[in-house]
């Protein structure tokens, strides 16, 4: 499923550049040391991933 997810997220126009800001956050947290903001960061991400694949699901195809 995350393969899936990761593959249509991520063909939506400028999804990668904002995957890599909000992995960064998650990182920053991390490193910070910082489990409360590493955990929102990672929920945020995946929630906004989420929404990118199913804005990009419910587009109307063409040729079918």
């Known amino acids: ?4 997810l990761r593959r249509v997220s991520l063909a939506k126009p400028a999804r990668l550049d ?3 800001t909000e992995i960064r956050a998650i990182l920053k947290a991390i490193k ?3 489990p409360s903001a590493a955990a929102k ?3 945020d991400h995946v929630e906004r991933a989420t ?3 199913l804005g990009a699901a ?4 063409r040729n079918q």
């Open 1 to 4: 499923r995350i393969s899936l």
């Open 18 to 20: 904002a995957s890599i």
């Open 32 to 34: 910070s040391r910082n």
């Open 41 to 43: 960061a990672c929920a």
């Open 51 to 53: 929404q990118a694949a």
């Open 58 to 61: 419910e587009k109307p195809r």
